[in-house]
């Protein structure tokens, strides 16, 4: 789940350690030629809408929608993904937008579980529906708030548990889901403010069309500085 999740398609229960891999995302956008809306993610626009452009991390890009309307905005971007195929994708959908968009943008595949990002280099670190078990994401979200500078942003997103209870098809692996206060007891209070903790309802259409509630877990946190 390195990207933007589709709520519409179903899914199986893949391998947990498979699901992290470059051989597993690669052959997953291969499957069409779009798995994205190519929609900016609806949190990220409600949440960084008014924050001043600086440097920004766009963590699990995939396609490139969030880290093309961040560059739009004049933020300088770095747009990180595991699978070759989405970075080429998304190099393709900056080239076509405006010349300058594309040049305030850098991709990177990483690991991110390897990667290290650096201790304060971004203004804006942003985590879209990256859903490792928890062992993992401890330690991948302490570093990636390592990596902002102080004064600026972290923003994480991602599938409530309460999806689980839903028609919406999800993986059954209820260890990958979190909630804002999964996250928030990551980050030392004395470092960070947390400006927005929710649970962010929207609608979907499940496998039998029927219109149902889910939700996005929703955490923005700023650094003191």
């Known amino acids: 789940m390195t990207a933007h999740d589709d709520p519409g398609v179903a899914q199986e229960t893949p391998d947990v350690a498979e699901m992290f891999t470059e051989g597993f995302w690669n052959e997953r956008y291969g499957t069409r030629h779009s798995l994205w809306s190519g929609n900016p993610n609806r949190n990220l626009v409600s949440e960084v809408s008014g924050l001043p452009a600086g440097e920004a991390l766009d963590v699990g890009c995939g396609e490139g929608a969030d880290s093309i309307w961040l560059a739009d905005r004049d933020w300088r971007v770095t747009g990180v993904d595991i699978s070759t195929v989405a970075l080429g994708r998304a190099a393709g959908h900056a080239a076509q937008a405006r010349p300058e968009i594309a040049g305030r943008i850098t991709w990177e595949q990483v690991d991110i579980f390897s990667w290290d990002p ?4 971004y203004d804006l670190v942003s985590v879209h529906y990256l859903h490792p078990p928890s062992a993992q994401r401890a330690p991948l979200v302490r570093r990636l708030a390592a990596s902002v500078r102080p004064g600026g942003t972290l923003l994480i997103a991602g599938h409530h548990p309460s999806d689980l209870q839903t028609t919406i098809p999800r993986p059954a692996l209820p260890d990958l889901f979190f909630t804002g206060d999964d996250i928030a007891a990551l980050l030392d209070p004395g470092d960070w403010d947390i ?8 609608e979907a259409t499940d496998p039998e069309g029927r219109v149902v509630t889910i939700h996005d877990a929703v955490i923005r946190a700023r650094r003191h500085g």
Do not use: E, F, L
């Not at 650096?118 to 280099?121: K, M």
């Open 118 to 121: 650096g201790a304060d280099r």
């Open 195 to 202: 400006v927005t903790n929710k649970a962010s309802g929207r």
